[in-house]
């Protein structure tokens, strides 16, 4: 592990960032479908016992010059669906691929249920997978799609037949068995697919990308229905996605990659809340992005670059969510940033302000919509900004840490910054 | 659009001429001499043309060139598969040329085709000897019609499977093999079922040509009554004999063959799409 994603940096400023491994704690337990094998415990890594159904560790993968997988660990723990999520070109597909069987790594181990399936062919592994674009037989009726896999593995006929059934009621498609998948709707396909991938009880199921091929709104329903399904049958999943909002509706925990390394591993609000680096806080939901040597330039004096426990306004940016900043008619006194209004934008709940920061810094915030009418701001109006949760990204260090703002504002009142 | 309308509107004559002189074309240098052929060979009644057809040197010639075209297809259908499979599917030196090579068969004059094998199979060959010496003759004797017809639809199964399998979603192999179908059990349950439209439709192409092959045969096998001599040979013969009724009564059920075979593609294709696009 080269870069180590991190799940607890919600310290101080200035505080050295742990070389931590991969390892996740997870605290509730599920039942597995099927039941994993128990993992001994191990107490050289002293993690807590838990079942771990699928690990990877030091997966390497290059495509001729390009390193589409460098070094990359990460392991799910059984019953959890997990997100891989990354932009394109971030390795996740052919990390799940590995995972699978359909791709070989150029170095790195995969463990499925706690045995090395790293040189098992894909037909051995055990696993379900549920491809893009449906990947469905064509030329079968639907009810023998789904017993393919039933089929190839010898069960006998009529345990075959009634364990279909069962998916196809599971997947709320029963009066579709003897339908040809080319008279489904996109939303269909997929869940027969699944259905597929599922009906002889893999170890794990990996999806890639299994929304993307569909428009918006079935999208929509289908995820809300993925994640009741796994709900129902625990089957441990993990499920490749590009879109932040979808791993955020659907998984446990994500998985942050981005050019072929993890980034960060957690659950979806944490890494939300705490943002181990400036890429998945800017990946993961809106960002504002603020060099601290304009703020410093445009502020009044006793401006937020003094109370910022931070030495090096030349090479560090402030990053800070569009709802985590609060603002202000007046400035009363406290170190706020001073702005202007440049447009306002209701969007239903919530309202858009566009500010002009300290000289020439955009700055987007959003507030609830009925503060904002208490607060009544019109555009061209001078406003005071003050955020509630920042994280300073330093350039030269490298490091991205929280700064407690309420603790750094009460020092610098004490020192004598404000007014 | 309006400037197509004005001109529809103002002059439909040249349209109308061109689609005229379309059809005529097709009627004149096809369809005449389909029903002139058709009506003289059926025109002495039912029975004169059963009694031309079961003649026993015309029966045997019917006879064997279904039997070699039906051998040729069985092989080609394998092969050419198999061909367009090793082209699609793996990267090896020389693959451009391969493919380029693939059509030549095409390109050679039939009777060249037959030289080319009586060269490399006939008796005064070493291949020819060596075959001689196990006890199989195969120039001048039916398996060169074989060999003959097989050169001249060579590219028939390949061209028409090769587009299929390019187009193929490999993700379905893939799901095969996620769900435990090993390599032989994905190919016949997943790719075949998918490519069989398209092997078929080579193969009945080629199986046309076989039943009008004439010059490669005729080199090959030549022209050995009950033995090597083909319908269309028998047909060629029959005229130089001065039997027109028997020349026509042959070639009428050569021609019917191709048609239905024809047909059935067509038949074929409908339903392919049908199904598709459902």
């Not at chain 2, 009724?245 to 059920?253: I, N, Q, R, T, Y």
């Amino acid at each position: 592990m080269s870069v180590g994603p991190f799940v607890d940096v919600d310290a101080g400023p200035s505080r050295a960032r742990p070389a931590a491994g991969p390892s996740v704690a997870f605290h509730h337990h599920r039942g597995a479908w099927p039941p994993p094998r128990v993992e001994a415990w191990r107490p050289e890594d002293g993690r807590e016992e838990k079942n771990v159904a699928i690990e990877v560790r030091g997966l390497s993968k290059k495509y001729g010059s390009f390193q589409a997988v460098n070094d990359v660990s990460f392991e799910v723990e059984s019953g959890k669906l997990v997100a891989l999520l990354g932009p394109s070109g971030s390795g996740k597909s052919t990390i799940l691929r590995t995972i699978a069987g359909l791709e070989s790594a150029d170095s790195g181990s995969v463990m499925l249920t706690g045995e090395d399936a790293t040189d098992l062919p894909v037909q051995q592994r055990g696993v379900g997978f549920v491809f893009q674009h449906y990947a469905l037989f064509r030329h079968m009726t639907i009810r023998d799609n789904i017993g393919f896999g039933l089929k190839i593995r010898g069960v006998p006929r009529a345990e075959a037949r009634r364990r279909v059934d069962e998916l196809l009621d599971l997947i709320q498609l029963g009066g579709y068995a003897n339908r040809y998948p080319s008279q489904l709707s996109g939303g269909q396909r997929q869940r027969v697919a699944l259905a597929r991938a599922l009906a002889p009880r893999p170890k794990v199921l990996l999806l890639d990308e299994p929304f993307g091929a569909l428009d918006a709104k079935v999208r929509d329903e289908l995820r809300t229905w993925l994640r009741r399904l796994h709900d129902e049958v625990h089957v441990t999943s993990l499920f490749v996605t590009h879109d932040q909002r979808e791993a955020f509706e659907v998984s446990d925990q994500i998985v942050v990659l981005a050019e072929g390394r993890v980034r960060q591993i957690g659950p979806p609000q944490t890494l939300y809340e705490q943002p181990a680096d400036p890429f998945v806080a800017g990946f993961l939901g809106a960002i504002n992005v603020l060099p601290l040597r304009s703020l410093k330039a445009g502020s009044v004096g006793g401006g937020p670059e003094e109370w910022l426990d931070m030495p090096p306004a030349e090479h560090a940016e402030a990053y800070v969510r569009p709802h985590d900043l609060d603002v202000f008619a007046a400035r009363d006194g406290k170190p706020y940033w001073p702005a202007r209004v440049e447009r306002i934008t209701p969007l239903g709940g919530v309202v858009r302000l566009d500010l002009r920061i300290a000289p020439e810094h955009p700055l987007y915030i959003e507030v609830p919509r009925d503060r904002s009418n208490g607060v009544g701001f019109a555009t061209g109006d001078e406003v005071y900004v003050c955020p509630r949760h920042i994280n300073i990204y330093d350039r030269v260090r490298g490091s991205f840490d929280p700064v407690d703002v309420h603790r750094a504002i009460g020092l610098s009142l004490e020192s004598g910054a404000g007014i | 659009m309006e400037a197509g309308s004005i001109f529809s509107r103002r002059r439909p004559s040249p349209e109308l001429l061109l689609r005229g002189a379309g059809l005529s074309y097709l009627g004149v240098m096809v369809v005449l001499p389909l029903l002139a052929m058709a009506w003289q060979a059926t025109a002495p009644g039912p029975a004169a043309f059963w009694a031309a057809v079961t003649e026993p040197y015309a029966w045997h010639a019917l006879k064997l060139t279904f039997l070699t075209a039906f051998v040729m297809m069985a092989v080609g259908a394998v092969t050419g598969t198999a061909t367009a499979w090793v082209l699609v599917r793996y990267e090896f030196p020389g693959r451009g040329l391969v493919n380029a090579l693939i059509d030549l068969p095409f390109a050679v004059p039939t009777v060249v085709t037959g030289v080319m094998l009586v060269a490399l199979y006939g008796p005064d060959s070493v291949v020819g000897a060596i075959l001689a010496d196990a006890g199989w003759k195969v120039i001048y004797d039916q398996p060169g019609i074989i060999l003959a017809l097989l050169f001249v639809t060579y590219p028939f199964v390949i061209r028409s499977v090769q587009p299929v399998l390019l187009a193929m979603d490999r993700a379905e192999e893939e799901a095969a093999a996620t769900l435990g179908a090993g390599p032989c059990a994905t190919f016949f349950q997943v790719v075949l079922p998918s490519l069989w439209p398209s092997i078929l439709t080579g193969s009945a192409l080629a199986f046309s040509r076989a039943l009008g092959e004439y010059g490669s045969v005729v080199m090959v096998a030549g022209n050995q009554p009950l033995l090597t001599r083909t319908a269309p040979i028998h047909v060629f013969g029959e005229i130089e004999s001065g039997n027109r009724h028997g020349a026509l009564a042959v070639s009428a059920v050569l021609l019917a063959a191709s048609l239905l075979i024809l047909v059935a593609l067509h038949a074929l294709q409908r339903r392919g799409e049908a199904r598709d696009a459902s």
